[in-house]
């Protein structure tokens, strides 16, 4: 039965991963018309957005690129750094975004950095409080597990707003400067961010199904306890 619930989520989310690697891989080999690199892409567009003092790291992985709230330090992998592709351009430009969010204080991404500490507990603690509720028939456990998970979900959902936020600030000031200079750029452009944006999609709704399956399974949704 969790198949049921998740199964076409998690299908989904698949799909959503695959499509990631091939749009990164097909525009990895396109380079822009400015032939400016990762790093310099996301230094123009912090210092557009009014985020001229974060600083552009190296981050060791493939597709590892982040912005650190924490540090306020825009990190991208090596080839998004060093390479001057229309998906490294898209993906600087996407980090950059986070980290003008941040300096303009963008409601959603203030939330969801307070969010942190409780959604990373709900992750740890929400299944086993679960199923030793459930096991040991102790409503409490059941009551919390449910709730932590919950926060999650939450933070899911929390995140969907700042993602698609970021990249729409990365397609306008990519335009606006003139980095990106012409229709064809600006379509790998889109085909990047929105398989990426397909990946935050597909982890939201497995969140949900994935708790309402428990809702279910606890017999709070109709379903029966055994």
């Not at 525009?27 to 600083?55: F, H, Y």
């Not at 096991?135 to 969907?160: D, E, N, R, Y």
């Amino acid at each position: 039965m969790y198949f049921v619930f998740v199964g076409p989520a998690f299908l989904f989310a698949m799909w959503a991963q695959m499509r990631v690697k091939s749009a990164f891989a097909r525009w990895s080999e396109v380079p822009t018309n400015s032939r400016m690199t990762g790093a310099e892409v996301a230094r123009r567009i912090c210092e557009m957005g009014g985020a001229e003092d974060i600083p552009i790291e190296i981050s060791d992985g493939y597709l590892s690129d982040h912005y650190d709230p924490i540090n306020r330090v825009v990190r991208l992998s090596q080839s998004n750094y060093h390479g001057s592709s229309v998906a490294a351009a898209a993906i600087a430009a996407h980090e950059a975004g986070h980290a003008i969010q941040h300096a303009t204080r963008y409601p959603f991404f203030g939330l969801r950095s307070a969010y942190v500490p409780i959604a990373s507990l709900g992750s740890w603690l929400a299944f086993p409080l679960l199923f030793a509720g459930a096991f040991f028939s102790i409503g409490p456990l059941i009551t919390a597990g449910i709730a932590l998970f919950g926060a999650v979900v939450l933070f899911q959902l929390i995140t969907l707003p700042v993602e698609f936020d970021a990249s729409a600030r990365a397609k306008r000031l990519l335009a606006d400067s003139g980095l990106i200079q012409d229709h064809e750029e600006m379509r790998g452009v889109q085909s990047v961010l929105g398989a990426a944006a397909l990946t935050y999609v597909a982890a939201t709704i497995q969140a949900v199904l994935t708790l309402l399956y428990y809702l279910w399974r606890l017999g709070l949704l109709g379903g029966s306890r055994d």
